[in-house]
């Protein structure tokens, strides 16, 4: 498997804080490559130091090596245009240029030099196509690109973003502001585009990440905890964190049949009452528990666990608090 | 205080200064209306004056009408050419986050708020220096001062307005920041900048004080751009000036024509800004 982008000793800083502590890995090419991790763990960072996106964030600094194809996309002495015209965007949400639909798909080539009326049609809508689009505005292409729904506009964006012929896509949570049907839509451009591009997805979903990666990478609070096959990664992880969190993203979308909030609780009354809780539900219940006091989160688990119960996931949920999850047994 | 009263209260205040601002241009409108429809004749508008602008009581004053339009045109253009660029470049792509731009937009609000007279005066001084007489050339120039601060500073405002998000999709698209700026941020932002030349030129065309000097008066035509021209705010102020209630009244007929000048460009700026509005991402 040979690696498209190779990520060596990669730190980020926002002013003082750490965004990303020395990071190392590699990217497989023509795979779809997914970064998971709970929101504010620097994975749209690590997305945007590849196309030198973050240069336009106010205090930002990155340190260390990107190398694609052979170069330092770091190196401050490339062409930054260039660098990004090799990797299209996919943003969170949709940002359609002030324009026509065909002027959006036509913008890129544009710059680049391609003044041909024909060919830039011909490009328009190859890419169209390619997007899954072409059919829904063909007889429009010169309506406002605002004119379409949010779905299309996504769309849009991505043939707007191969239409300058990249090698790699970077997306950033491309389905967060899209409803379920124009989320598959886009999941499905992307599984057929993988032969062709390496692309890299960031997200939160971790269903997504299993329907999507072939490469997953987990990220923690900046640092890289575990990297490798999506098999390995959801079928057997090596570390307890890359677990929890696989886990604790999928109970969290389970049904709980009671919850228990022990904030402001120390041990052992959170302990008792947990126990409690669990005595009143039926076998194979779930119990959530919240928890904000650091030793419950490590004596609670392993309490409940010396019960006989099953405890399903530890996952931090805000900066005090933590949820567990614990399906009754016995 | 109940709440519903407290609700009550305040539409009821808002309601009230809406009302005073709007009666009292009305007033305006109404007074300018009532005293010089009844002096607006067709020759006011394609003849010169007859017997003098102080005096006479005949003929119309078109002199000041082109003038106007000489003025406030040629002024617009020119500053609408200094300004776009300036305004730009105090995007925080450019300059915008510097030391500089904060004291280039403290003195740009200042020159906002200085009266017109204060450009008037300045502008007669240079002109003194170099020799010059009173012209259409430094009326539009003396203009020009006016209403650069206008400009830069409410064009600035609007191109503040445009998503990051919309800059970051063309820069991700491998273009320059002037290849952004000009293909995407003006676009974006062309709105607003036709409503930032609109403002400009309204206090361009009805300025009195800035050309008293500057550009003179005169019963003739402009023949060259070095001739001094008549325009419509000093028609307005001179003919008012006058003991003769006939040729006051052609001062307020003068002000009508002001009035619907401007109402002719406030309408075409709004289609014009209509049209730019169907492509913008809101």
Redesign the interface.
Known sequence: MKNHISIRNVNAFYGEHQALKDITVGIPEKQITAIIGPSGCGKSTLLKCFNRLIDLTDGARVSGKIIVDGMDVLDGSIDVTEVRRRMGLLPQKPNPLPMSIYDNVAYGPRLHGTADKKKLDQTVEKYLKIAGLWEEVKDRLKSPANKLSIGQQQRLCLARGLAVEPEIILCDEPTSALDPVSSQHIEQQLLKLKNDYTIVIVTHNIHQAIRLADYVIHLYLGELVEHGTANEVFENPKEERTRAYINGTLVTDMKTDSEVNLKGNVCPFNFVYAKQALHTLEKGKILKLIVDDPTAVIEVPRGMEADGHEVLSVKQVNKTDWEIMIRKNE | MDKRFEEKLFKVLMLASLAAVLGSLFMVIAVIIWNGAPALTFSMITQTPKGGYYMGKEGGILNAIVGSLYLAFGSMILALIISLPAALSLQK?YIG?TKAAYYIRLSLDVLWGTPSIVYGAFGFIVMLYLGMRASLLGGIIVLTFLQLPIMIRSMEEVIKMV??????????????RF?TTT??VV??ALPGIVTAVLLAFGRGIGDAASILFTAGYTDSLPHSILDPVASLPLAVFFQLGTPFPEVQARAYASALILLLIVLALSITSRALSKRFM?????
């Open positions: 792509d986050k998503p990051s998000e919309l800059k970051e999709a063309s820069y991700t698209l491998g273009a320059t290849e293909g995407v676009r974006q169907k492509n913008i991402i809101r």
